[in-house]
C-alpha cells in the first residue's frame, strides 16, 4: 500500500499535525467533504495492522517527523497512542484505590431511533456510532453508566486525545481560580503576564479570553500556508527546529508574536491561542503547570482510574489548547463533575460559584458574530459550548468528534471519543446531537 502524506501535515510534522488536531469547527472544504473515505468498519484500525509486528511492516509503519502519524485512516490508531509519537507530561491519578462507577446498562439505547438534521429517514443510536467512526461511548445517567462501547484501537484501559475538549478543561480552570478570587476577571492579561503586554492579549480582560471575545490577528485557514497557525505550530513542535529557523520556540515565545486585529469583546472567535493564553494565566495565578493543577484539583480527587497526560513543546508547556489525553470512564468521571456543580459524593471538589458560570453560557450576541451559522442560539462561556436547547445542555466539542456532553435536566453526561476523517464537528453534528437529546428523552422517560 503506497502512502500519501498531505502536504499540510508534512509542512511542520507536529505543528501542522496538531495544528490540524485543534482545528475548531470550521466548515469542511467541498472536496475534503466530497472525498470517498473507508467507513468506520473498514477503516478499524486493528484489522489494519497499523504498527504491528517487531519492525511493523513498511507499509503499515507511522512516522511523527512526515507527520504519517495523523493520516486518516493512520490517525485511528494514532490517537490511542499519541504519547508514543510525541513528548508529553503526566496528569497524576495519585495512589488512592479507583473510586468505581455504578452500572445499570440499558440494551435499549442501541435501538433508540431519532431522524439526523435535514434527513428524510430515522437513524439508531447504534448506526450513529458507526456513522461518526466512534472509538468509546460512555453514558451516565443520575451518576451510572447505562451505556458503554469501544471500538478500534481503544479499551477501557487505554488514553484517547482529548483534542480541543482540552480547551474546557482549561477554561474550567479559570473560572476555578476566577471563583476563589485567584484570577480577577476584569483585570488586564498584561497585570499578569507582562511579557504579553505589545502583545494582542495586552489589553484583554481575563473574560474575553475565557470567552473567547479576543479580537486577534489570527486565521486557522489551513488551506492558507500564510496563515498564522502554520507559524503557531512550528513553535509548539517539540522536534528541533530546522535550520534558518528564525521564529519563536514554544507557545509562550508564540503567544507574544500574536497582534490584534478589531476590538476586544465584541464578537466571538474560535482561537486556539486564547486556550493556552488561559493556560499560562493558570500557571501564573496559581504557580502550577496546568496539568499539575488539574492533578491536585481533580485527577487525585475524584478515583480517577488512570493517569492523564498532555503533549508539550520543547520547554515542556503543557498544550493547553487542545494537547489531553485520558481514559474515558475519567473523562466522564469528569463530566459527572461538572454536572454536580463541583460536588463528588457530598464532598465540594470545585467550587459550585465556578461550575454555576460555566452552566449559565456565554453572550448569544457575540456568539451569532462568529462563523457558526450551523448552530444558531448557542453561546460560549468558559471555554464550554452552549446548545441553548430546552435541557440547557453545554459540551465540550475537539475535532474528529470528541465530546463531552452534559444535559442537567436529563441528569445525563455522554462522553465520546472518535476519528472521525473529516475534523470539523460541523460533519457529524447532524447526526451526533440529535441523537444525544434523543437518548435524554429516553432517559427521562424511564425515570
Do not use: C
Not at 509548539?236 to 497582534?259: E, R, S, W
Request: aromatic share 10%; glycine share 8%.
Amino acid at each position: 500500500m503506497q502512502r500519501t502524506v498531505n502536504p499540510l501535515l508534512h509542512r511542520s510534522a507536529l505543528g501542522a499535525a496538531l495544528a490540524l488536531a485543534v482545528a475548531g469547527f470550521s466548515m469542511p472544504s467541498p472536496a475534503e467533504a466530497e472525498k470517498p473515505v473507508l467507513s468506520a468498519q473498514q477503516s478499524d484500525p486493528v484489522r489494519m495492522g497499523w504498527m504491528q509486528g517487531f519492525p511493523p511492516p513498511k507499509d503499515r509503519q507511522l512516522r511523527f517527523a512526515d507527520g504519517s502519524f495523523f493520516e486518516f485512516p493512520a490517525m485511528r490508531w494514532s490517537v490511542v497512542h499519541m504519547s508514543e509519537f510525541m513528548p508529553v507530561v503526566n496528569v497524576s491519578r495519585g495512589l488512592r484505590a479507583p473510586d468505581p462507577l455504578p452500572y445499570r446498562l440499558d440494551p435499549r439505547i442501541d435501538a433508540i431511533a431519532f431522524r439526523p438534521t435535514n434527513a428524510d429517514k430515522d437513524m439508531t443510536w447504534e448506526e450513529s456510532l458507526w456513522q461518526n467512526y466512534t472509538d468509546g461511548i460512555v453514558i451516565l445517567h443520575q451518576g451510572r453508566i447505562v451505556h458503554e462501547r469501544y471500538f478500534g484501537a481503544l479499551a477501557a484501559d487505554r488514553r484517547h486525545a482529548a483534542m480541543s475538549v482540552t480547551k474546557s478543561l482549561t477554561g474550567t480552570l479559570g473560572a476555578v481560580l476566577v471563583a476563589e478570587g485567584a484570577l480577577d476577571e476584569n483585570k488586564r492579561v498584561a497585570d499578569y503576564i507582562p511579557e504579553l503586554r505589545d502583545s494582542a492579549f495586552g489589553d484583554a480582560t481575563v473574560r474575553q479570553v475565557l470567552d473567547m471575545t479576543t479580537a486577534l490577528q489570527f486565521s486557522e485557514d489551513y488551506a492558507d500556508p500564510k496563515a498564522e497557525i502554520w507559524q503557531y505550530s512550528a513553535a509548539g513542535n517539540p522536534l528541533p527546529k530546522p535550520k534558518g529557523y528564525a521564529g519563536p520556540v514554544g507557545y509562550h515565545a508564540a503567544l507574544q508574536t500574536i497582534k490584534k486585529g478589531g476590538v476586544h469583546g465584541e464578537a466571538f472567535g474560535y482561537k486556539t491561542p486564547n486556550a493556552d493564553v488561559m493556560g499560562w494565566l493558570v500557571a501564573r495565578a496559581s504557580g502550577k503547570a496546568v496539568g499539575e493543577l488539574l492533578a491536585e484539583r481533580v485527577w487525585r480527587r475524584i478515583g480517577m482510574e488512570q493517569d492523564a497526560y498532555y503533549s508539550v513543546d520543547e520547554l515542556g508547556t503543557p498544550f493547553a489548547g487542545g494537547g489531553f489525553n485520558a481514559g474515558l470512564r475519567d473523562m466522564a468521571r469528569f463530566g459527572e463533575l461538572i454536572r454536580n456543580q463541583g460536588r463528588w459524593h457530598g464532598e465540594q471538589i470545585l467550587p459550585a460559584r465556578a461550575i454555576e458560570d460555566i452552566a449559565r453560557g456565554g453572550s448569544q450576541a457575540a456568539f451569532a458574530k462568529s462563523d457558526h451559522p450551523e448552530l444558531p442560539g448557542w453561546s460560549y462561556r468558559d471555554m464550554w459550548w452552549h446548545t441553548a436547547n430546552a435541557h440547557g445542555a453545554f459540551a465540550a466539542r475537539g475535532v474528529h468528534g470528541q465530546t463531552i456532553y452534559i444535559d442537567p435536566a436529563a441528569e445525563m453526561v455522554i462522553v465520546r471519543f472518535a476519528s472521525h476523517p473529516i475534523a470539523a464537528n460541523s460533519a457529524n453534528d447532524a447526526t451526533s446531537l440529535p441523537a444525544y437529546e434523543a437518548v435524554a428523552r429516553h432517559l427521562m422517560g424511564r425515570q
